[in-house]
């Protein structure tokens, strides 16, 4: 039997999108998809790998539209710019596109925030749907109406608010993705199940061989856990006031070191991952049971990540010092308070994190430095 949940997120007292995952997700979707792009051009915003790969996917819909375009972006963060952004409009424009036109946005993140922004500017807003194909999107990019772009000095600068009319996480297109793409997925989810539903965490710790491997059957529960989790910490705080800053653990550090290798050394949820592992360490010394620490830590193992490279303290604190997510008055840090409970913790000392690098660099999997307990 294949797997088939059927979400909701509630993002206003009138709006709301539904959220479909599993196996057959997108034939679940149809009748809907449907009748939202009936009679209506529609532009489908793509990179050659994923279009090749999928695209054919997508080919029941394409008869009811009135007009069908396949948008091409670069592969990867490369199609988040304001370039991109500008391609597509302009594109859109010379095609025809109306108020009423529809964007599909069939891909990883990258795709998904660019496209999500395009429509969202072009004629002041143009509805979209999220077919999210990689597992990091399923679980996290696609879902929560984020969407933007990078500037040279800074990733994800230019950007808006804009929830897609339905996000369909179709597990079946998972299992061509690079064991390093599943990997990169599998953080964000343990990173939500860490600080938000112990369940799902217990469920990912027993099959976590087999999401590794892409197996569907395995994917679909797991998917399915982690979208429901981001939905309802996205419900209680749309605009990231409060709750929602929790899906930044890990993501303090890990933004710091990606910038530092200049978005090459590692994928995203790579850097998370030893994010986390650094947040760990803060975290003991404000009381975290050390058993709950130990147990992200060999789940984290699990992954076999590729290893840190030679990576400058002081170059990392800089970078978090410019975080756009840092106040005035100095990060934010988000740490685990208890198993399944997570919590802002500001005002950390510079020399304390400078100190707790020092020692994670030289072994990322260890507790705390010991000679500050
Ligand atoms: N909007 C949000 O709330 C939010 C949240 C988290 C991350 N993001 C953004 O998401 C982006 C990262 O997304 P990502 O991790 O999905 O990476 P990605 O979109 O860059 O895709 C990674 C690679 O996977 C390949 N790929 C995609 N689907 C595939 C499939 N089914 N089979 C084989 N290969 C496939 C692509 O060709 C690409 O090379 C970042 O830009 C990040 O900022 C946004
Ligand atoms: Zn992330």
């Not at 034939?27 to 009936?38: D, G, M, N």
């Not at 090749?52 to 819909?61: E, F």
Request: charged share 20%.
């Amino acid at each position: 039997m294949t797997f088939h949940r059927a979400l909701t997120l509630r993002h206003s007292a009138t709006a709301a999108t539904p959220v479909l995952v599993g196996e057959a997700a997108l034939a679940a979707a149809e009748p809907e998809l449907l009748r939202w792009l009936a009679g209506r051009a529609v532009f489908v915003v793509g990179s050659a790998p994923v279009l090749a790969l999928h695209g054919a996917r997508l080919d029941g819909l394409r008869a009811a539209a009135a007009r069908w375009e396949v948008l091409e972006v670069a592969d990867g963060e490369a199609a988040k710019s304001v370039r991109s952004a500008e391609a597509l409009w302009n594109r859109m424009l010379a095609a025809g596109g109306k108020r009423d036109s529809r964007v599909i946005a069939f891909g990883g993140g990258s795709v998904g925030d660019l496209a999500g922004f395009a429509a969202g500017c072009f004629l002041r807003g143009l509805d979209f749907v999220q077919i999210p194909t990689t597992l990091l999107a399923q679980v996290d990019a696609a879902i929560g109406g984020k969407t933007g772009v990078d500037l040279p000095g800074g990733k994800n600068t230019v950007g808006l608010f804009h929830h897609p009319a339905m996000v369909v996480c179709d597990t079946s297109l998972l299992p061509t993705l690079p064991r390093g793409e599943l990997r990169s997925g599998l953080v964000e989810v343990i990173k939500m199940a860490a600080l938000l539903d112990l369940g799902l965490l217990a469920e990912t710790e027993t099959a976590l061989d087999a999401l590794l491997a892409g197996e569907a059957a395995a994917l679909g529960p797991v998917v399915a856990g982690a979208a429901a989790a981001k939905i309802a910490v996205v419900e209680r705080d749309p605009t990231e006031q409060g709750d929602r800053r929790l899906l930044n653990f890990g993501h303090t550090l890990g933004h710091a070191i990606e910038t530092a290798l200049a978005y090459g050394g590692l994928r995203h949820g790579e850097a998370v991952a030893y994010g986390i592992l650094f947040a760990l360490r803060l975290a003991e010394r404000r009381g975290l049971d050390a058993g709950f620490a130990g147990r992200l830590r060999t789940l984290l193992a699990r992954l076999d990540l590729p290893p840190l490279p030679p990576l400058d303290p002081a170059a990392l604190v800089d970078h978090m010092a410019r975080d756009k997510k840092a106040r005035e008055s100095g990060l934010v840090w988000v740490l685990p308070a208890a198993p399944g409970e997570g919590r802002m913790v500001s005002g950390i000392p510079w020399e304390e994190i400078l100190e707790e690098i020092g020692g994670f660099l030289r072994d990322p999997f260890a507790a705390m430095c010991p000679d500050r307990v």
